[in-house]
């Protein structure tokens, strides 16, 4: 420090601070190597389906006393949370913080060629399965609605054919009524 009245900065001893922050520099070091280094695994695929339907349409009775993972809600147990919600339960399990304490960090694993060529061939076999499917049920609906078509066909036809009939036996019906009446016709202007 200085003696003179009118210097007011405070002043600090270089060498002392220097060999604090070397110690801190070594404590660190040694800290580093002492400590195995924590691998947070890469994200991966649920092994499980997502339970969002259990509880749909039912209603529970909660009090006091009923634990959380049995309260209203979507409990997750590996975070200890209860969420209201499907929505955003979905959002939860697929979050940073639940990913986390399953251990995994949010990086994905980088595949290789072969596994992407492999994905293809797998994916092209299913395509073309549903392909497959998709033609003969095709196939299928097609014989059936030509099936359709063809008895709304005869069932008209047979109504036709009906309606002659009935139209046939009013003629005759009508021509009988007029004779006995004294006249010819009821004035309608249908030409035969």
């Known amino acids: 420090m200085s ?15 220097e060999r604090k922050a070397q110690e801190r520099i070594l404590d ?16 991966k695929q649920r092994e499980y389906k ?4 259990s509880k ?10 009923t634990p959380s993972s049995q309260s209203g809600g979507y ?3 590996v ?6 919600d499907s929505i955003n339960f ?13 251990g995994m960090s949010m990086k994905v694993e980088r595949s290789s060629l072969d596994q992407v060529k492999e994905r293809f061939k797998v ?4 395509f073309e399965e549903k392909q497959k499917d998709y033609e003969l049920e095709t196939k299928v609906k097609e014989a059936k609605e030509e099936e359709d078509r063809y008895k709304e066909y005869k069932r008209e036809k047979r109504k036709e054919r009906k309606r002659k009939a009935d139209d046939e036996e009013e003629e005759i019906g009508t021509s009988e009524l007029a004779a006995v009446m004294g006249f010819a016709g009821f004035g309608g202007s249908k030409k035969k």
């Open 3 to 17: 003696m003179r009245p009118d210097d007011h900065r405070r002043k600090w001893d270089r060498k002392e601070y």
């Open 28 to 43: 660190e070091k040694y800290a580093e190597k002492d400590e195995e280094p924590i691998t947070k695994e890469l994200l």
């Open 50 to 53: 997502v339970d969002l339907d």
């Open 56 to 65: 749909l349409g039912k209603s529970m009775v909660i009090n006091k006393s």
């Open 75 to 77: 409990y997750c147990n």
């Open 79 to 84: 975070c200890d949370c209860v969420v209201k």
């Open 90 to 102: 979905l959002d939860h399990i697929n979050g940073k913080k639940h990913q986390r304490n399953l």
């Open 123 to 126: 994916n092209k076999k299913r």
